[in-house]
């Protein structure tokens, strides 16, 4: 079966909350975009990130992008929270630099960084849902 993509843009707009919450300011979230695969063999991949490289840039003269793969048959079927340690597990892969290249799982330990800012991100929902109620 083919793999077949449509744009996600829930995952976009959730993407863009998380960079402003936790304050992820060298993410442009107007140049991450969010795809949902279909037809994936895959099963024990929830999300990938695509970057493109210096020379494709330079070449078409286009600033950086990142597209966010989510495998919607292991995704989709995750419990919320868990989609949103995904979601920054994939932010995660993306340089200061914002430069179009990724950083790799080997780096400083990756699920270290997605509980503690997983942490602040329910911290600040659970504030403001309760300043909301009050």
């Not at 993410?27 to 929830?46: K, L, Q």
């Amino acid at each position: 079966m083919k793999v077949k993509y449509s744009p996600a843009p829930d995952l976009e707009e959730r993407i863009k909350k998380i960079v402003k919450i936790l304050n992820l300011s060298y993410i442009d979230p107007e140049r991450v975009r969010c795809v949902r695969s279909y037809g994936s063999s895959s099963r024990s991949i929830y999300a990938r990130i695509h970057g493109v490289s210096r020379a494709f840039l330079v070449g078409v003269g286009m600033k950086p992008h990142y597209v966010v793969e989510f495998v919607s048959e292991n995704f989709d079927k995750l419990p919320e929270d868990e989609k949103d340690k995904v979601l920054i597990h994939e932010l995660l892969h993306i340089p200061k630099t914002f430069s179009g290249g990724l950083l790799s799982h080997r780096r400083a330990n990756i699920e270290r960084e997605v509980k503690i800012l997983y942490k602040i991100l329910r911290e600040y929902e659970e504030r403001n849902r309760l300043s909301k109620k009050s």
